[in-house]
């Protein structure tokens, strides 16, 4: 089976922080790896899941606790007005679970909104934030999120 964010999920242990922004024992947070947008994040199951329906009580039970988490720390990182949370997995070799949590900045341009957001996803390599950018931003994240470690 080829999937990219089980690769990742096996090396947990050796991530760079933009791959492992936090973690429990049910979920990983990514930096989006081919994103425009700093702060792009994607809330993944540790174990390979294609449909929320397949997710178990345990798994489902952290889900929102997440998703409001990673919203508050994109907050208070990036200064976005409110958050997108999409979750599609339907490109080809990332059909394991993944739910988008997207800052959406107060301005952001008209024609970016809503689903049109995903255009600062997938960018050429000179427009997405590189590795360096994904690891800062991460890291601020990370901290946010846990103020005490
Ligand atoms: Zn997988």
Known sequence: MDCYTCDQNRQIDTLPVRELVAADEHW???????SALPGWLVLVPRRHVTAIAALSDAE??????????????????TGCAKTYVIQLAEKEGFAHVHFHVVPRMPDLPDDRRGPRVFG????????RLDQARQDDIAAALRAQLDPAG
């Open 28 to 34: 990983r947070v990514a930096h989006a790896l081919d």
């Open 60 to 77: 489902a039970a952290s889900l929102g606790t997440w998703q409001v988490r990673l919203s508050r720390a994109l907050h208070a990182v």
């Open 120 to 127: 600062y996803l997938n960018a050429a390599e000179g427009d």
